[in-house]
């Protein structure tokens, strides 16, 4: 089966520069959420869209900003990168007809800050 | 959402019953327990969700206890690849509501 896909797998920037991640969920899925994971941590919550709608955010930093188009695929546009932004990035999606609340994750996209 | 208490780390012998516990005692009359896993540095994986009966499926069992402040995931031949973080999370089933996860369970398969 079809699973959520993330791109790109690794990405290394420098300090001040801007990062676009990419999320194509799962098909037939309306909700796209995205979640950050620092080193030795859990994962983090950060903003959610349904039906290119924004619908619930987190602790995502005002210089992040994301939006879901209207194929369903979403992007997390990243400005002004700072080191302590280096982490992992999961997508996950969901859809109301097939499972309800459970949400199916990506590989998830390794961000290096230099 | 309820909080949820869970052992730092467990360790099963490869081939046994893995037994995860989780305490959620503040949990309320509709809000689901969710299990999922994170095999080192790759997305949280889906395992199992249930409101108050027992479910079954083809990766693992959740028992829930009667009162529902308690349950047990249980993986029937635990493997090596079984080596994971679990997270037992507690929420209302509202779609498009995000999960909080942590601390979770640390589950060491050993040979």
């Known amino acids: 089966a079809a699973g959520v896909i993330q791109s790109p797998r690794h990405l290394i920037k420098e300090k001040r520069e801007t990062a676009t991640l990419k999320c194509y969920p799962i098909?037939?899925?309306?909700?796209v959420y995205w979640y950050q994971q620092g080193p030795g941590q859990d994962p983090q919550f950060l903003i959610s869209?349904?039906?290119?709608?924004?619908?619930d955010k987190g602790s995502i930093p005002d210089r992040f900003s994301a939006q879901q188009f209207s194929d369903y695929h979403s992007e997390l546009n990243m400005s002004s990168l700072e080191l302590g932004d280096s982490a992992l990035y999961f997508c996950?999606?969901?859809?109301?007809?097939?499972?309800?609340?459970?949400?199916?994750f990506g590989a998830g996209t390794r961000l290096s800050v230099l | 959402d309820a909080k949820t208490t869970q052992p730092p780390s467990m360790d099963c012998a490869e081939g046994r019953a893995a037994n995860l516990p989780c305490n959620h005692s503040?949990?309320?009359?509709?809000?689901?327990v969710y299990w999922y896993r994170q095999i080192h540095s790759q997305g949280p994986q889906y395992i199992i969700h249930?409101?108050?009966n027992n479910e079954t499926n083809e990766m693992a069992s959740l028992i829930i206890t009667e009162d529902r402040k308690s349950s047990t995931l249980i993986l029937p031949h635990a493997t090596l690849r079984d080596t994971a973080v679990y997270y037992c999370?507690?929420?209302?089933?509202?779609?498009?509501?995000?999960?909080?996860f942590g601390p979770g369970t640390r589950l060491s398969v050993l040979p």
């Open positions: 249930g409101l108050k």
């Open positions: 999370i507690v929420r209302v089933e509202n779609y498009g509501q995000n999960f909080v």
């Open positions: 503040t949990i309320s009359g509709n809000e689901y």
């Open positions: 996950a999606s969901s859809s109301w007809t097939s499972g309800g609340a459970v949400q199916y």
């Open positions: 869209f349904y039906e290119k709608m924004q619908s």
């Open positions: 098909p037939r899925h309306d909700t």
